[in-house]
């Protein structure tokens, strides 16, 4: 086990697309979506135990999620985890962490993760994440992992990589956002292409050196806070550079302008469990396509997500792709796969409602 090696867990999203499951007050990574006894958080807290020690994972959220990550996560130190006072995307979570990992340890190699994702295949996922920090702690890379993707999905971004053969890490090409179908189904018959997971691995120079370059603003920003980190002072300063932050992700800010870009292809049981649909794939299923959750019966439906209450009998006939989502103050039906549409319903309910229903 490496000495040097960070995993930085992103974990502030709000979780729209599985509402109502996904609340405001405990979005989808507080959850324990897969009942396994433990949060989409502790999986990947515990599947990064692997990689490092404790005290080396840390984990970047809204501060209105701070007792919630004490809670499921104990282990952590106060330091470990970076509380943000406003969303701003990926890219100054991902710089706040870096420029205050490099403050005590500027030799670190550092993991970036979302914290609501499923792998299934550990082993595999593994031998991955260590051809990625291996090679970023000897070269100036910036390493993305992609995965072989299996269907053209237009929900996901894809990056184009250039065939190398014997060479694990590849260099990248292109990023392109969420295609089309029929562009995508191209992407699947050309062979280069891979889905963009989101995780990320690159040394503290190589990240830090990307910032100072491509987004100079931020890149002043938290070197700024470089006397404050680990102080008292951090809270104060952290609000200040949020209120002065830009909204921007990681992939716009630095890996669609670097020149030193590159992926290791994984295939490895990897779900990003954006939305009902995705959970609906790799769910268990009746004869009918259907996942059912809770007291249900069907007649002639197939295809669909149905979660109602151990209680309370729920009956559905006649129906396709729906999903069926019964809470406590909530009842959800709509299109499985429209999951676009849920920022919708939650302004339009919050609007109408209230805020209590978000």
């Known amino acids: 086990?490496?000495?040097?090696?960070?995993?930085?867990?992103?974990?502030?999203?709000?979780?729209?697309?599985?509402?109502?499951?996904?609340?405001?007050?405990?979005?989808?990574?507080?959850?324990?979506?897969?009942?396994?006894?433990?949060?989409?958080?502790?999986m990947t807290f515990d599947r990064f135990k692997e990689v490092t020690s404790n005290d080396k994972i840390w984990v970047v959220s809204n501060q209105k999620y701070e007792n919630l990550i004490q809670d499921q996560l104990p282990e952590l130190e106060n330091h470990q985890i970076l509380l943000e006072t406003e969303k701003r995307n990926t890219a100054p979570c991902i710089a706040y962490a870096a420029y205050k990992i490099m403050k005590n340890d500027p030799n670190a190699v550092i993991i970036v993760s979302p914290s609501d994702h499923a792998i299934f295949k550990e082993k595999e996922f593994m031998e991955v994440i260590n051809t990625a920090t291996e090679s970023a702690s000897i070269e100036?890379?910036?390493?993305?992992?992609?995965?072989?993707?299996?269907?053209?999905?237009?929900?996901?971004?894809?990056?184009?990589?250039?065939?190398?053969?014997?060479?694990?890490?590849?260099?990248?090409?292109?990023?392109?956002?969420?295609?089309?179908?029929?562009?995508?189904?191209?992407?699947?018959?050309?062979?280069?292409?891979?889905?963009?997971?989101?995780?990320?691995?690159?040394?503290?120079?190589?990240?830090?050196?990307?910032?100072e370059k491509y987004e100079e603003e931020i890149a002043s920003l938290f070197a700024d806070g470089l006397s404050e980190y680990y102080t008292e002072n951090e809270s104060a300063f952290i609000k200040k550079a949020y209120s002065q932050c830009k909204n921007i992700s990681i992939d716009y800010a630095i890996m669609e302008k670097a020149e030193n870009v590159?992926?290791?292809?994984?295939?490895?049981?990897?779900?990003?469990?954006?939305?009902?649909?995705?959970?609906?794939?790799?769910?268990?299923?009746?004869?009918?396509?259907?996942?059912?959750?809770?007291?249900?019966?069907?007649?002639?439906?197939?295809?669909?997500?149905?979660?109602?209450?151990?209680?309370?009998?729920?009956?559905?006939?006649?129906?396709?792709?729906?999903?069926?989502?019964?809470?406590?103050?909530?009842?959800?039906?709509?299109?499985?796969?429209?999951?676009?549409?849920?920022?919708?319903?939650?302004?339009?309910?919050?609007?109408?409602?209230g805020e209590k229903y978000i």
């Not at 007050?25 to 396994?36: I, N, R, S």
């Open 140 to 211: 100036d890379k910036l390493i993305t992992i992609g995965i072989r993707p299996n269907r053209p999905e237009t929900g996901y971004g894809y990056i184009q990589y250039l065939s190398d053969p014997g060479v694990p890490v590849k260099k990248v090409k292109t990023f392109t956002e969420k295609p089309e179908v029929d562009l995508a189904a191209k992407f699947i018959e050309s062979g280069d292409f891979l889905w963009n997971s989101g995780i990320f691995v690159w040394s503290i120079d190589a990240i830090i050196n990307a910032f």
């Open 262 to 353: 590159y992926v290791v292809p994984g295939d490895f049981g990897w779900s990003d469990l954006g939305s009902w649909n995705a959970l609906h794939e790799i769910k268990k299923k009746d004869s009918n396509d259907n996942v059912i959750e809770g007291s249900v019966i069907t007649y002639d439906s197939k295809d669909n997500y149905i979660k109602g209450k151990k209680n309370k009998v729920t009956v559905v006939q006649g129906v396709e792709g729906l999903l069926v989502a019964d809470f406590d103050d909530v009842l959800l039906v709509c299109k499985k796969a429209d999951s676009s549409l849920f920022r919708d319903f939650i302004t339009d309910v919050k609007a109408e409602k």
């Open 1 to 42: 086990m490496s000495t040097n090696i960070y995993v930085v867990i992103m974990a502030g999203g709000s979780g729209t697309r599985f509402w109502p499951y996904s609340r405001d007050a405990k979005p989808k990574q507080f959850l324990d979506v897969l009942g396994t006894g433990r949060s989409l958080l502790q």
